[in-house]
């Protein structure tokens, strides 16, 4: 049964811990260079993907027993609370520009850099751990696709204006702050359930 409370987690989740992210940079980078609806359609089908991979190995995890499941995500998004804080900033993700300008060339460079990019990437993984946790891969898909989709928005239209008034610290630092309060949350779950 679709949940709204469980959209709305995994949504708040995804999106404050991709914001940060490169593929916001390279979503701003690309809204730049090309017509923003193009690129919108790439970056919004690459995350599709994404997500659908992920919602896909949460479905394996559902298998295990539920407080090996709680542990394993409350280990994950610890691990990923400590990526965020130890992570290096890296520079843009350098992008071949499109020969020229048509709707296929302009999605296909959007949609091939965040297929590579994300694959595996700390938001697919916490995508999967929620759908586990929650074991409601519908709500938490769509509340990850539209958190991912959000984050491109942004960056395509005005990234650089919430970069302007939000500091990148800061967004990373509460991105952690979330993860770590999940972890010790699916910890305790584990141990008391």
Known sequence: MFSFTVMAIAFGVIFIAELPDKTALASLMLGARYRASYVFAGVAAAFAVHVALAIAAASVLTLLPDRLVQAVVGVLFLAG?????????????????????????VSGAGFMLILVAEFGDLTQIMTANLAAKYEDP????????????????????????????????????????????????????????
């Open 138 to 193: 519908i709500s938490v898909g769509i509340g990850a696709v539209l958190a991912l989709w959000a984050v491109a928005g942004i960056g395509i239209l005005g990234g650089r204006t919430l970069m302007k008034y939000v500091p990148l610290s800061l967004i990373t630092k509460i991105a952690a702050a979330v993860m770590s309060a999940l972890g010790v949350f699916s910890l305790y779950e584990a141990v008391v359930a």
């Open 81 to 105: 609370a400590a990526m965020l804080l130890l992570k290096k900033g890296d520079g843009e993700e350098e992008v071949k520009p499109p020969a020229d300008q048509s709707f296929w060339k």
